[in-house]
């Protein structure tokens, strides 16, 4: 019989985590899985524990690549994965409890949307918890706070805007992720971004925003690597740029506000206080909000200091 869903799960030496990856895996208590695990290289001894779960799971089974990044790793699975939707589950996360069993009932009652997601909460390595992704960036959207899923009217105006998709928050529909294309592995980073854009454009997607993963924001991880981040949020920009309706011009200013601010943080953090206040200006001048003001401000600060030195 066909799964359900097939959980895919890149990892790439992390021993340390990936026993919690798994119990919470347990915890979803659902039926019809299979579990993909793409061993990307590992030198930690993830061979070995997942040679023990082997044993513990009938649903597993371990995929051997050779350090060819997460992207082609989940793309790799992707190929692979017989369940009709995949749930995406990085080594480093933990889903809470109910989260698969949340949205395979959505999809079994929605068969034509394509992608949901859910709101998360930030972890530190010492398992302190944080604000979640949603409280922090503040969506427009109906569905901010609700735990019932609901549609965005317009998803890829919505998720351009701002990425409101956790990697490890997404179930999407397995012929849809090979329609178009899986992840964008070219990209130095932000593939899943772009990938949920792609399905945006062409299919319904759906968000909940009851906080459902718990996502380990640990030193050293991908997202830490700014010049590649502003790199990738252009490239996925600049392929939107022609669109021309209200909502798609909105997402577009509102996005480029957002690079520009971190690329003024980048030029504040590598000593080119000037150059991060003019990026900051640039940024009010398309968001003239109390917050990028007060960055404004503070960026002033630190030049009118290093100019009196």
């Known amino acids: 019989m066909r799964p359900i869903c097939s959980i895919v799960m890149p990892t790439r030496n992390c021993l340390a985590y990936l026993p919690k990856a798994f119990a919470s895996i347990r915890l979803q208590q659902v039926e019809g899985l299979e579990i993909l695990v793409v061993d990307d290289g590992s030198t930690d001894g993830t061979d070995a524990f997942l040679a023990q779960e ?76 944080f604000s979640t992704f949603f409280d922090l960036v503040k969506p427009d959207e109906f569905f901010f706070g609700a735990p019932a899923f609901q549609r965005l009217a317009d998803p890829c105006a919505a998720l351009l805007g701002c990425n409101l998709i956790g990697t490890s928050t997404a179930v999407a529909r397995t012929a849809v992720l090979r329609e178009v294309g899986g992840f964008p592995a070219e990209l130095p980073s932000a593939s899943d971004w772009a ?101 404004i401000a503070a960026s002033l600060l630190v030049g009118l200091g290093a100019r009196s030195i």
């Open 54 to 129: 082997v044993g513990r799971w009938p649903v597993l089974r371990v995929l051997s690549t050779d350090g060819i990044g997460p992207a082609r790793a989940r793309n790799y699975a992707i190929e692979r994965a017989e369940g009709e939707l995949v749930a995406f589950l990085d080594a480093d996360d933990v889903w809470l409890e109910h989260k698969l069993a949340r949205q395979l009932a959505y999809h079994a009652a929605n068969p034509d949307v394509a992608l949901t997601g859910t709101d998360y909460r930030f972890v530190n390595e010492a398992g302190q918890t």
């Open 195 to 295: 990938l949920w854009l792609r399905i945006a454009d062409r299919h319904p997607v759906a968000l909940s925003g009851a906080t459902l993963v718990d996502y380990l924001d640990r030193p050293g991880s991908v997202s830490k690597n700014i010049a590649a981040r502003i790199a990738a949020l252009h490239a996925i920009v600049d392929a939107y740029a022609d669109r021309t309706s209200p909502a798609m011009v909105k997402s577009i200013r509102r996005v480029r506000t957002q690079i520009t601010l971190v690329e003024a943080e980048a030029d504040l953090a590598a000593g080119r206080t000037w150059a991060s206040l003019v990026g900051r200006l640039r940024a009010f001048a398309g968001d003239p909000s109390p917050e990028i003001a007060r960055g």
